[in-house]
């Protein structure tokens, strides 16, 4: 793939978005920017030219050229490696920032644990932790859902990762893990501007990382006290290593666990919210569902076999991290000079691509920023059109997990709750590592009527999703 002095030269010249205010945009916004360097440029340009290239590109093409290649295009993670022997360096020591055979080692211990047959024991304790929530929640409420999903996600994470539900110290380690993903995102953006406010942002990350590690590590020695019941994610990667004749060090555990932390808890809340959202401001959909939910489940949590047997709430789901995928955009770096397409690249060009950007392309998806479940009756879009796992050898090891997680979650709640959202609700998106409402997600909670109605809602949720321009309502008998 590395390009020979005569190709380079003939290579097609990137555009270039042209300033420093460019990456400053992308920080505060990055679908926003996206969204203008997709509509203006087409499917590659650049933020940046010169010492540190910083360029987008965008559709299926470019993303299996990306994501098929993992020796050339290295995983950044928008982790920084930090100082030698820091907190930061060893918190890095995670399967998403880990590249070449480091990877794949890991990768390869870590996959069995999250095929069918290891995860279908967590269905008992997803259903008692679903229904432990719900029991909390009273016809006339109005909750923040995006609030509720995370602590639902947060103990399921606790649970099956750690094999024990602490939520307090959960979502207090959570509040560090947010905020150290935020800054390294922001120094690198910055570094590669050398922007001036960079140092301050630096010595906060680094600070930051030391209380993560401390408090991970505390984790850790109190699940080290308690019983286990053998099936959470750490028990097993240790009896794993154990069988392999190897031990994985204090140091990887450390970084393994921090790494899975943030993605469970954050992708998995933000589909169960976006869903929720879109399932709301849809009656007919809704509808629909709740006869299927009905229908298969009569009132109970789906069992494992059943999970199989509810093609509409698949397509719900689907329909949902196609439309507002809780993970936007990946970046890469290139370990060597290398052609992408038709275009030269300088060894450590920096390349975003967006999950968000493709599964908006119209000629993918007609009417892209429509919900319509039903689309996907037709189409069957490839590893590289439809990725909110990713896609390639570094596919999320999690998704079967997360997939039972979003229909066992959904399927409880439709039964037994009715949700419209707060009428005139500010509805705008904020992306740190995943895309989440930023003011939250105001829901009002009724009995399960089946008087499904939609509410009128402001933001900008309406540059991403076309929503009915008058309130819907679908009434079903009971």
Known sequence: MAPGPGKASA????????????????????IGCMRAVYRTHGRIAALVRGANDFIFVFGPEFNKELLANPDLFHATGFLFPGPRKSPQRRLTHGLFS????????HRRLLLPLFQKKAIEPHRDALVAITDRLLDRWQPGQTRDISQEMMELTLRVTSQVLF????YPLAAAIDTVVERWLALNSAVIVM??????????AYDQM?????????????LLERRSLRPSNGNDILSLLTQAHAEDNTRMSDIELVGQAVHFYAAANHTTKDALTWTLFLLAQHPQVMAELHDELLSKLRGEAPTSAQLQ?????????????????????????????????AYALSKGTTIVLSHYITHHMADLYPQPERFRPERWRRINPSPYEYLPFGAGPRMCVGAMFAMMTLKISLAMILQRFRLTVVPQARIDRKITTTLWPRHGMPMILWRQDRQFTSSPVCGDIHEMVELPAEPQRQTLAA
Not at 98 to 105: A, D, L, Y
Not at 325 to 340: C, D, G, I, K, T
């Open 309 to 341: 047997q509810l093609p509409l709430l698949e397509r719900v789901i689907k329909e949902s991290m196609r439309l507002l995928p809780p993970v936007s955009y990946y970046s890469r770096m290139n370990s060597e000079p290398a052609v992408l397409g």
């Open 206 to 218: 680094l600070q930051t990382a030391e209380q993560l590690e401390q408090q991970m590590q505390a």
């Open 191 to 200: 570094g590669t501007l050398s922007m001036e406010d960079q140092e301050g």
């Open 98 to 105: 880990m590249n070449g055979e480091q990877h794949r080692q």
């Open 11 to 30: 290579s097609p010249a990137i555009p270039v978005v042209g300033s420093p205010q460019a990456l400053r945009d992308f920080l505060r916004d990055p």
């Open 163 to 166: 094999g024990f539900d602490e």
